[in-house]
Each structure stands twice: as structure tokens, then as C-alpha cells.
């Protein structure tokens, strides 16, 4: 494998995807309609009766809908990193991933090429939430000094999500499987994270199951790494978590795609 050839095959598998979601004009509003409905309905209900208090990263007290708008950008990532594994498994029904991994290229190069344009869907439709955010007058503090960070953070835990979308692709056999895979994935990692409330809110209500769970969630993490890049504030091991669950999942789907798992699966 060359270097113009690996790029060429990750620029095809790429705009495939683009392409792809480019014509599925109902999906681009499935994305938007959800963390939109969240944050000018649900937020707006308990703007004034959850306020946060003064801690990390907030300089001083924020209203409900601030402080949720970090964890709807986190609901879009998630939300389009397992549509990413079930894109995976319908085209392993239709035979399109076997064409795919018999490409005289390493299988690991393919799903990292796949992984990459999932994310890339991943960060544009946050873009968007963004826009529609601010219009509904709750603008995030994306541009500065801490842009690049906010980036890095956007992406990491775009990248994170797509992987764990793909090592779920592995286990999900057929698409009958895959929303009652996905109830047991998507709704744990968003509810049993800081995309909604603080972790010191947990803790002081007595819910110290949920604390824990929460803490140890890696999507917790990810929420915690873009709100505190927001606010240009140190968000202490978030990142190494994002980093290390990335690289893990992606590890684990790349043995699960072996020729003797592919074979099992099909």
C-alpha cells in the first residue's frame, strides 16, 4: 500500500459517506429536531428553577439552558456515532462491507477511514445544532483563544463515539437487533452523564449509584472536556479517558473485523 493509495481509498470511502448523507435529507433533520426540542423545550422549562451554582468552569451562576447546550453538542455526536453503526451493519446485509474489506488495502486502514467520515458527519451536524443554538439565544463560547481546543475536544469525542459505533457493529448481527441494542447503549450514556446535570448535583441529591456510574462514563468525560474548552478552563483527565476510549474501542473493533469474526457475523 502506497501513500497516494491510502489517501485515494480514504478520500472514496469519505465522500461515500458525504455523499451519502448529502440525499438523506430526513436524516439531517432527525439530528437537528432532537437536541433542538431539548434545549427550546425542555431547557427552557427549567431555565429559571435549575440554576448551576459557581463551579468549574463557570465564572458565576448560569442558567439551566447554558449549561445543558455543551451536553446537546454531546447528544449529536453520540446520537450520529451509533447511526454510523448502523450504517455499518446495513451495509454488511447488502454485502457492500464485504466488497469493502476485500479492498487490497489493510482492514485497519478501511475502518479508520470509516471512522474519519463518521465523525466528519458527526462535527458538521454539530455545527449546525450550534447556529440553531445561538439563534434560540444560547450562544456558546466557541471563538477565542480557546477555539482550537474546543476543536480538538469536538473531534476527539467525535472520533470516540464513531469507534464505539463500530465496535457495536461487530456485535449487532442484523438490523431487526439493532434498536434494542442501541436502547441499552444510547439512553444509559446520556442519562448517567453531565449532559443534563452536574456530577455534584448527584452526589448532594444521595444518588451515589448514579455518581459513580456517571464518573465512570466516557461519554461524562467528553461532555466534561467541550464544556470546560468552552470556557478555556484545564478539564483535568477528561481527555486522557476520551483518548484512551477511543483508542480502545477502535483496537477491539479492528480484531472483531478480522476474516474469522467477519465470517462468523455474516
Request: proline share 6%; with cysteine.
Amino acid at each position: 500500500m502506497t501513500a497516494s493509495h491510502a489517501l485515494q481509498a480514504t478520500r472514496a470511502i469519505v465522500l461515500r459517506e458525504l455523499l451519502k448523507f448529502a440525499r438523506q435529507h430526513g436524516r439531517w433533520i432527525a439530528a437537528l429536531v432532537r437536541p433542538v426540542l431539548w434545549l427550546a423545550v425542555f431547557a427552557a422549562g427549567f431555565r429559571n428553577v435549575f440554576g448551576v451554582a459557581i463551579v468549574e468552569p463557570y465564572d458565576s451562576y448560569v442558567p439551566y439552558d447554558v449549561y445543558i447546550a455543551p451536553g446537546l453538542v454531546g447528544m449529536v455526536l453520540l446520537f450520529n456515532g451509533m447511526q454510523g453503526s448502523l450504517a455499518m451493519v446495513y451495509d454488511r446485509e447488502m454485502g457492500l462491507m464485504r466488497l469493502l474489506l476485500t479492498a487490497p488495502l489493510p482492514r485497519g486502514w478501511i475502518l479508520a477511514a470509516k471512522l474519519v467520515a463518521t465523525a466528519l458527519l458527526s462535527l458538521l451536524q454539530a455545527a449546525a445544532f450550534v447556529a440553531i443554538a445561538a439563534l434560540l439565544g444560547a450562544p456558546l463560547p466557541l471563538w477565542g483563544s480557546q477555539t482550537p481546543h474546543v476543536l480538538l475536544a469536538a473531534a476527539s469525542a467525535a472520533l470516540m463515539l464513531a469507534a464505539l459505533g463500530l465496535l457495536l457493529s461487530v456485535h449487532v448481527k442484523q438490523l431487526e437487533n439493532f434498536a434494542g441494542t442501541m436502547n441499552f447503549v444510547i439512553f444509559p450514556m446520556y442519562f448517567l452523564s453531565t449532559a443534563l446535570y452536574p456530577l455534584w448535583k448527584l452526589q448532594e441529591s444521595g444518588a451515589e449509584w448514579v455518581y459513580v456510574v456517571a464518573r465512570l462514563n466516557p461519554f461524562t468525560h467528553a461532555v466534561e472536556w467541550l464544556r470546560f474548552a468552552m470556557y478555556g478552563k484545564d478539564p483535568g483527565i477528561a481527555p486522557w479517558v476520551v483518548l484512551g476510549t477511543l483508542i480502545a474501542c477502535f483496537a477491539i473493533a479492528c480484531r472483531g473485523y478480522l476474516p474469522r469474526s467477519t465470517t462468523r457475523a455474516r
